[in-house]
């Protein structure tokens, strides 16, 4: 879908296990402003529910798993989010939902704008109105 992609970060391993390390502008296309992290989500819970006009965001399930509902109004796409290598980049006016969380699950979001509550899109029929 336009405007998401998914993005394979390199993993270094040895015997010690593995390491992923992660760069603005390199493997992320924006400069980082914002780290937050979702864990401890209740079973049946379902998170996101909204689109942005002006943030674009990594998400990485660090641990555990979780799937991503994506909808750019005229197509939807669910993308299970499970490897420690693996990204999904989402740009502006993408309505997104997080469900299924494991009970294990970290949710990692790198986000390109500070916080605000002004450009979040909420209500779906005003997204569907926006993103035509
Ligand atoms: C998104 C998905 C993937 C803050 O105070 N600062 C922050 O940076 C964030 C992200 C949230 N909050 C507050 C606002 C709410 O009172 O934390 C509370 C929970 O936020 P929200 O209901 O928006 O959480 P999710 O999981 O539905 O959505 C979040 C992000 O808000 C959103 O940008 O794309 O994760």
């Known amino acids: 879908m336009k405007s998401t992609k998914i993005i394979n970060f390199d993993i270094k391993g ?3 296990g593995s390491l992923a390390a992660i760069e603005q502008l390199k493997d992320i296309p924006f400069e980082i402003k914002r780290v937050y992290y979702i864990f401890d989500t209740q079973e049946n819970f379902v998170r996101g529910k909204h689109a942005h006009t002006q943030l674009e965001q990594v998400l990485i399930c660090v641990s555990g798993n979780c799937k991503v509902k994506l909808d ?5 796409e669910i993308i299970e989010l499970k490897g420690r290598n693996q990204g999904l980049f989402i740009g502006i006016m993408i309505w997104r939902e997080m469900y299924d969380f494991s009970k ?22 005003e997204f569907l109105k926006e993103v035509k």
């Open 104 to 125: 294990d699950c970290v949710l990692l979001v790198l986000a390109s704008e500070y916080y605000d509550e002004k450009e979040y899109i909420r209500d779906y029929n």
């Open 14 to 16: 040895d015997e010690r």
């Open 72 to 76: 750019n109004g005229k197509e939807q």
